[in-house]
Antibody, heavy 121, light 107 residues
Framework: QVQLQESGPRLVRPSETLSLTCTVSGGSVSPHYWTWIRQSPGKGLEWIGA???????NYNPSLESRVTISVDTSKNQFALRLTSVTAADTAVYYC???????????????WGQGTLVTVSS | DIQMTQSPSALSASVGDRVTITCRASQSIESWLAWYQQKPGKAPKLLIYKASSLESGVPSRFSGRGSGTEFTLTISSLQPDDSATYYC?????????FGQGTKVEIK
């Protein structure tokens, strides 16, 4: 059974870079899509972006200028970098697998447990 | 982006009641819709995908219907364990978007 676990700093200073890693266990990152989603009280659930195991990525246009998602197949991990953070980036960050079936992709299962990242000086 | 609007924002119902949540898309998303259940402090859990396909292990009292711009999630007989917030999510566009959530409480 595939399980995901987020890791990384819980506190980030304004204007700095938020970096999180998602470790996949019980399965391989190949040949799937992997996603980052965040949840803050003000904006609900927000899709940040997704990456295919081969490395091709799509991003939320509202965040695209600040976001990079990468994948490391040798470590069975994928990662999120969000630059120039502000208090508005404070949220619970989830990693998830984007599921595909019958040629269609787009729903998320399973999810990691989530990690609260606070942007504050 | 495709905007997803859920109604109601919250509801309170009794054990055994039939509960229906509606999700409307700002443009047609065919049947590319999923539903999730989220309990406090936990990650969302997939219930339904492709508008009406029940995820493995999800109780059969949950069902989904709809296509185009209007969708529903129905709980046929509400149970105490169903107290949670429910979200819809579209995947017709590569820019995946969620509804704002519907909080279901047990009377």
């Amino acid at each position: 059974q595939v399980q995901l676990q987020e890791s990384g700093p819980r506190l980030v200073r304004p204007s700095e870079t938020l970096s999180l890693t998602c470790t996949v266990s019980g399965g391989s990152v190949s040949p799937h899509y992997w996603t980052w989603i965040r949840q803050s009280p003000g904006k609900g659930l927000e899709w940040i972006g997704a990456i295919f195991y081969s490395g091709s990525a799509n991003y939320n246009p509202s965040l695209e200028s600040r976001v990079t998602i990468s994948v490391d197949t040798s470590k069975n991990q994928f990662a999120l970098r969000l630059t120039s953070v502000t208090a508005a980036d404070t949220a619970v960050y989830y990693c998830a697998r984007e599921y595909c079936s019958g040629g269609a992709c787009g729903w998320f299962a399973p999810w990691g447990q989530g990690t609260l990242v606070t942007v504050s000086s | 982006d495709i905007q997803m609007t859920q109604s109601p924002s919250a509801l309170s119902a009794s054990v055994g009641d039939r509960v229906t949540i509606t999700c409307r898309a700002s443009q047609s998303i065919e049947s590319w819709l999923a539903w999730y259940q989220q309990k406090p402090g936990k990650a969302p859990k997939l219930l339904i995908y492709k508008a009406s396909s029940l995820e493995s292990g999800v109780p059969s009292r949950f069902s989904g219907r709809g296509s185009g711009t209007e969708f529903t999630l129905t709980i046929s007989s509400l149970q105490p364990d169903d107290s949670a917030t429910y979200y819809c999510q579209q995947y017709n566009s590569y820019w995946r978007t969620f509804g704002q959530g519907t909080k279901v409480e047990i009377k």
